[in-house]
């Protein structure tokens, strides 16, 4: 008769799957809890897909720190180290946004990720310069020509107001669609 599976023999040393003292530890206690990257390897590792901005940054690593102060003190590092800049990562966010949304759309924006006033006043008055020219693209790329009834005038404007371009703006091209014989 073979055995009834009551009898096991003992886990040798070469065993890899043989429990070791971490399995026996109380779920609660600090040393049985499951350690993952570091702060600052899980911050490198967000930064290396793509900018971020102190507050996001905060923010996502939040979670995983043990203290407000150890997390700030690795973003202060970050910071030193030139790894993470608020100010690259305006520029980051501007340049993908710029050629499709308007100046208010991506100061907003940024203003959301903790910005700082002085440097969305010197943002918002390099994006204000080229603003016509990329209403313009934006409304040329999307319509082309110019409204040829008031319902249409309005999801002209719609569309355009909802990227961000100031309602003057907005005004100025269908104005000067009209006037360039655009229309029907």
Same mark, same amino acid.
């Given at each position: 008769? +073979?055995?009834?599976?009551? =009898?096991?023999?003992?886990? %040798?040393?070469?065993?890899d799957?043989?429990?070791?003292? #971490?399995?026996?530890?109380?779920?609660? %206690?600090? #040393?049985?809890?499951?350690?993952?990257?570091?702060?600052? #390897?899980?911050?490198v590792? *967000?930064?290396?897909? +793509?900018?971020?901005?102190?507050?996001? *940054?905060?923010?996502?690593?939040?979670?995983?720190?043990?203290?407000?102060?150890?997390?700030?003190? $690795?973003?202060?590092?970050?910071?030193?180290?030139?790894?993470?800049?608020?100010?690259?990562?305006?520029?980051?966010? $501007?340049?993908?946004?710029?050629?499709?949304?308007?100046?208010?759309?991506?100061?907003?924006?940024? /203003?959301?990720?903790?910005?700082? #006033?002085e440097?969305?006043?010197?943002l918002?008055?390099?994006l204000?310069?080229?603003? *016509?020219?990329?209403?313009?693209? $934006?409304?040329?790329?999307?319509?082309?020509?110019?409204?040829?009834?008031?319902?249409?005038?309005a999801?002209?404007?719609? =569309?355009?107001?909802? /990227?961000? =371009?100031?309602?003057?703006?907005?005004?100025?091209?269908? /104005?000067?669609?009209?006037?360039?014989?655009?229309?029907?």
């Amino acid at each position: 008769m +073979r055995g009834t599976g009551s =009898f096991r023999k003992p886990p %040798s040393a070469d065993d890899d799957f043989a429990p070791d003292d #971490a399995d026996f530890r109380e779920p609660g %206690s600090a #040393a049985g809890k499951r350690q993952g990257p570091s702060l600052k #390897a899980r911050a490198v590792a *967000l930064l290396s897909r +793509r900018e971020h901005s102190r507050q996001e *940054l905060f923010r996502k690593l939040a979670p995983h720190a043990e203290s407000q102060e150890a997390l700030e003190q $690795v973003l202060d590092e970050l910071a030193r180290e030139n790894w993470q800049s608020d100010k690259r990562f305006a520029q980051s966010l $501007v340049h993908r946004q710029a050629a499709r949304q308007g100046a208010t759309r991506i100061l907003s924006t940024l /203003r959301q990720h903790g910005l700082d #006033a002085e440097s969305l006043s010197e943002l918002g008055d390099s994006l204000r310069e080229t603003e *016509l020219d990329r209403a313009r693209e $934006v409304w040329q790329k999307k319509f082309g020509k110019a409204p040829g009834d008031a319902r249409e005038h309005a999801r002209q404007i719609r =569309f355009l107001a909802s /990227r961000g =371009f100031s309602p003057e703006l907005l005004r100025t091209i269908l /104005r000067e669609a009209d006037s360039d014989g655009r229309g029907d």
